[in-house]
């Protein structure tokens, strides 16, 4: 009798935020968001001199939910939904935690990307949606086996979702999504005429 398994597999958590506490209002959260970012200059001058389209608060600012209430209560929210997909994945985490390690803005304009990358020293990464306008880039995700497959023939474009090698998810405003740190992704080209607005964050084993 034969069989074909799925084994290996790599997992990607998607819900809405409202769906563990209270329901976050993403328009209080925009608004919080621009004006950290244009009180903080030497988040603008990080990105300036790193060619970094739009703005980040990941080199700059690494106390965000101790300095604004609204960060504090996204991140107790956060905190169950990453609670629920580490069970999901079955870590033996030996009694101890993940906790946040870092949380970030990021305001991507029309034109920008930001390219392919994993976030080392970490356990699980995500991204909550707070902006997302028409056009707004999805964010991508890579087959993590890709670099070991030099000489295979690529999948069919109508291949299975979980055959594929690439893999898009389009998020909507008060969406998180989680994944596991080592799998890589981007934000391809902005399309939008606004910014596409998230905020990233990295829970590590405590
Ligand atoms: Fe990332």
Redesign the pocket.
């Known amino acids: 009798m034969s069989s074909i398994e799925s084994l290996f597999v790599t997992r990607i958590y998607r819900a809405a935020l409202a769906e563990q506490g209270k329901p976050m209002d993403t328009s209080d959260l925009e608004a919080s968001c621009w004006s950290i970012a244009q009180d903080d200059e030497a988040g603008q001058n990080w990105c300036d001199e790193n060619g970094y389209p739009g703005y980040t608060s990941y080199a700059s600012l690494t106390d965000l939910p101790y300095r604004f209430p609204i960060f504090k209560d996204l991140v107790k929210v956060l905190n169950k939904h990453v609670r629920i997909f580490a069970k999901d994945l079955e870590l033996d985490l030996d009694g101890r935690k993940l906790v946040l390690e870092d949380i970030w803005i990021n305001i991507l304009p029309t034109g920008g990307v930001?390219t392919s990358?994993i976030?080392p020293h970490s356990v699980i990464?995500g991204?909550t949606y707070v902006a997302v306008p028409d056009g707004a880039s999805a964010i991508k995700f890579e087959d993590p086996r890709l670099q070991m497959m030099m000489a295979a023939p690529p999948r069919l474009k109508s291949a299975r979702r979980e055959l594929q090698s690439f893999h898009y998810q389009q998020p909507a405003p008060g969406d998180v999504l989680l994944w596991e740190s080592w799998l890589r992704?981007e934000v391809p080209v902005n399309m939008a005429e606004d910014e596409r607005i998230s905020v990233?964050f990295n829970y590590a084993w405590a």
């Open positions: 930001h990358h976030h990464s991204t992704h990233s």
